[in-house]
């Protein structure tokens, strides 16, 4: 922004960050800020590369996290395509429904970097050799990241857009324990301080509505996020879907799942401690209709995005509302 001619002042902090933009969203989305890097629509294709976790293959624990079913977050796709062929189906599916015309190869299922490193560079390698496939987006645990997985990441961001996509879910050790996720919040800084060394861009997962927490410890997760060096976040809602530990202390009555109403008020104020220019990659989860068993109105994505959205305008909030210092 520069001062006009009749002005002739730069902007306060305050009209930078403080107030909320004029007619455009209230929060970064992924899907801004790709047009605004490529010039275009830009889709992510979720891949199945076929890896596996060490929550699961006893390196850390079995099992995995208590609301992974055995299929892990991804497609299920490996076992039938290979990775150029679940791009090229992938492609096909987006141009049609979004009119997209570049993409971004998402290394979704189970974690990406949890291999040897031939063939996890094959792998990226793979993809970037597609057609119109612009970036890789890795998605992965901040126990599966030793220095050397995070310099074949750097020399590929050399050549590519990249973004390095940590799980996390909540700040909260007994949270971290209760979920099984098999790692501590001291793991996940250690690896946010490895990677940003090598000035790669990190996506956080995180869960509202775990088991447990109340809206305070969700509202700690954000302002501990708001504090790191990170560039992006998704948000995900806790949903229960079959064959899952969850889905077994649902049925006990060992947790409770939010309603819309509860859901879209904390992600309203969440949004409101994170800093401006922190990309918001995801809203909300999305999970597979014949899967899901609670919430039911987590199918409705579209609603749910409006609800927020809405929320966020009668309630005169926008993300970094509450932030100093950025």
């Not at 068993?293 to 927020?308: G, R, S, T």
């Amino acid at each position: 922004m520069q001062p006009t001619r009749h002005s002739k002042r730069w902007p306060t902090f305050h009209e930078l960050y403080i107030m909320p933009p004029m007619n455009t969203s209230r929060y970064r989305d992924l899907n801004t800020a790709l047009r605004e890097r490529f010039g275009c629509r830009v889709q992510k294709i979720s891949l199945d590369a076929g890896l596996t976790c060490p929550n699961r293959d006893g390196t850390v624990g079995v099992g995995g996290c208590i609301y992974c079913s055995s299929r892990g977050s991804g497609t299920g796709l490996f076992h039938r395509y290979s990775i150029t062929q679940q791009l090229e189906r992938g492609k096909e599916r987006l141009r049609r429904r979004y009119r997209a015309k570049k993409f971004i190869a998402y290394f979704q299922s189970f974690s990406n970097t949890y291999g040897r490193l031939d063939e996890l560079k094959q792998l990226y390698q793979e993809a970037l050799a597609v057609d119109d496939v612009v970036g890789l987006a890795i998605g992965t645990r901040p126990d599966c990241v030793p220095d050397s997985v995070l310099d074949l990441l750097a020399e590929f961001k050399q050549r590519t857009y990249l973004w390095v996509e940590y799980g996390l879910q909540s700040v909260h050790e007994r949270t971290l324990e209760l979920i099984n996720r098999g790692h501590d919040l001291a793991a996940f800084v250690d690896a946010v301080e490895r990677t940003r060394k090598r000035d790669l861009d990190i996506c956080v997962h995180i869960i509202l509505g775990l088991p447990g927490e109340d809206e305070a410890d969700m509202m700690a997760t954000a302002r501990t996020l708001a504090k790191l060096d990170i560039q992006g976040i998704k948000i995900h809602l806790l949903y229960v879907i079959q064959s899952t530990a969850l889905a077994d202390m649902h049925r006990h009555g060992a947790c409770h799942c939010l309603s819309r109403e509860e859901y879209v008020d904390i992600v309203c104020e969440f949004l409101a401690l994170i800093p401006p220019q922190v990309v918001i990659h995801r809203l909300t989860g999305d999970p597979r209709p014949h899967e899901l068993l609670a919430p039911e109105w987590a199918l409705e994505k579209q609603i749910n995005l409006q609800a927020i959205r809405d929320a966020l305008e009668s309630r005169d909030l926008w993300q970094g509302k509450y932030c100093t210092g950025h």
